[in-house]
């Protein structure tokens, strides 16, 4: 048995229509993600990037996508997110952007380091809070994005998926 290293790049669906992010689906993303590879990097990035690129992990409401992809390729996918310039789900092209957030080795980090990143938002919100009752919402939602020790001991969602492939 061999195993293979992956790489799972973090990234954020950037758009001014706030109906965008509640309409792309992975398979759009993917598909966007292919065609930047292939305009960026040409049939060899292409080849090298799709051996085991796969879109792990899609939330429409917070525009967050988990994409992963060969340890040894993970710099041409990088490179070429910058160029995916729209996104076509349900015959409608969609003007948006993906912005890198985090590239990690495995899924724990990436979940761990979303968990920090909206935690900062988060922060970043409460210090623009105009109001008691504002400040009072975001302050309730900030103190329920924290892993406690029993979901971080069971939550264990990255055992399907350990990296080792066989040929």
Known sequence: MVRFKNRYVLC???SEDPQCRQCIEDRA???AVRDAIGRVHGDFGLACCSISFTVKYLNAYTGTVLLRCRKDSYRLLCSALPFVRQLESR????PCFL????????IRTCQKFLIEYNRRQL???????????ERRCVQKS???CSLTE???LSGNE??????????
């Open 142 to 144: 900030l103190l329920s």
């Open 123 to 133: 922060l970043m919100l409460l210090q623009n809070c105009t109001n008691e009752e």
């Open 12 to 14: 954020e669906v950037v």
């Open 150 to 152: 029993e979901q971080y």
């Open 29 to 31: 993303v993917g598909l």
């Open 158 to 167: 990255d055992d399907d998926d350990d990296g080792t492939e066989t040929d």
């Open 99 to 106: 912005n890198t957030l985090h590239v990690g080795g495995t």
């Open 91 to 94: 015959n409608q092209r969609y």
